[in-house]
């Protein structure tokens, strides 16, 4: 993405297409991502409630892990460094949101109370 200004049209647009309102992360929030296996595909995420400077999104590629050191906290504002551009357009779906997505393109989103 080029800018903040396109990556959140693109989001606002996600997030109309899933009937989604729109909950963008803040730089200073913490996002859970599994640093080991997010070059892996495809990948996930799974949206919970925000909670304690979190934006309650966890994100990890290939095969999940219930290891409690799976996922890292990172600051949302080096995320960029991290995850592949195509993964950034799903993190404004709201809080019970979940995705799988790859780098051809797939693309599966769906809520879950």
């Known amino acids: 993405m080029n800018n903040k200004e396109?990556?959140?049209?693109?989001?606002?647009?996600?997030?109309?297409?899933y009937n989604s309102p729109c909950f963008f992360c803040t730089e200073n929030e913490i996002?859970?991502?599994?640093?080991?296996?997010?070059?892996?595909?495809?990948?996930y995420g799974v949206r919970h409630d925000s909670d304690n400077g979190t934006c309650g999104w966890y994100l990890w590629g290939g095969n999940y892990s219930d290891d409690e050191n799976f996922f890292q906290p990172i600051h949302f504002s080096h995320i960029y460094k991290i995850i592949p551009d195509y993964v950034l357009k799903y993190l404004a779906l709201a809080s019970g949101f979940k995705f799988i997505t790859d780098i051809n393109g797939y693309e599966d989103v769906w809520y879950e109370e």
């Open 6 to 17: 396109e990556l959140e049209q693109i989001q606002k647009q996600l997030c109309e297409k």
């Open 31 to 43: 996002i859970g991502i599994a640093i080991e296996s997010i070059k892996h595909q495809p990948i």
